[in-house]
């Protein structure tokens, strides 16, 4: 009992040094990024501005990519989590619509928790202009996309490879989303609430964006 009590707090302790140690890098990551541009910075000064050692940067990220989707891949695992939690009789896009809302209800103090909300819109507006970042950033996006059509396969009992409808309903979903994160990108208000406010109403478009005729009230 006594070695028990003795280790939990130690170990809790180092895990969250470890964490303070990756956060302190993404940040410091994004701000030099941001400021003075991706290719140009170097993990140098990326461990300079932390006061840590490269051997130490390497150990939380593969490469300075990495870092810079270290915020998105946390948004992006909630998301996940979400729409693994979602009702099973929902319809797939109802529960992935309802999921990413329910994700940004939550996520804005977790971003806030590593990086301004304005330096994390900024990261978003230097990888849509930094050429091989928005390459990644779509490679990025096919796999999630691939995740997400699984995920829902299941959910519906279906074999993604056999029944085009899954992949369908991600491809429909994912370019919403893409077209949202273009628009508060280039908007005012840079906060959490405003993209999901914007997300909510995009999606709600979706139905009838589809419908056959549009003059049509």
Not at 48 to 75: G, I, P
Not at 83 to 109: H, T
Request: aromatic share 6%; with cysteine.
């Amino acid at each position: 009992m006594t070695d028990g009590q003795t280790v939990e707090p130690r170990a809790g302790l180092r895990e969250r040094k470890k964490q303070r140690t990756r956060d302190a890098l993404v940040r410091a990551s994004l701000e030099l990024f941001t400021a003075q541009g991706y290719e140009r910075t170097t993990v140098d000064e990326i461990v300079d501005a932390v006061q840590v050692s490269q051997r130490t940067f390497f150990r939380y990220f593969a490469s300075k990519e990495d870092a810079t989707f270290a915020v998105q891949e946390m948004v992006e695992s909630r998301f996940i989590e979400e729409l693994r939690r979602r009702p099973a009789d929902e319809a797939p896009f109802e529960a992935m619509r309802r999921a990413v809302l329910c994700a940004w209800n939550s996520i804005g103090e977790a971003i806030e928790a590593v990086v301004s909300v304005d330096l994390h819109m900024r990261t978003y507006q230097m990888i849509e202009s930094t050429p091989s970042l928005l390459a990644a950033h779509m490679r990025r996006g096919i796999a999630l996309e691939n995740q997400i059509a699984l995920l829902i396969a299941e959910r519906e009992g279906l074999d993604v490879e056999r029944d085009p409808r899954p992949r369908v309903a991600v491809a429909a979903f994912s370019g919403v989303m893409r077209v949202t994160g273009q628009l508060w990108g280039r908007g005012l208000d840079p906060s959490v609430e405003a993209l999901r406010d914007l997300t909510e109403e995009y999606l709600d478009q979706l139905a009838p964006a589809l419908a056959r005729d549009w003059r049509r009230k």
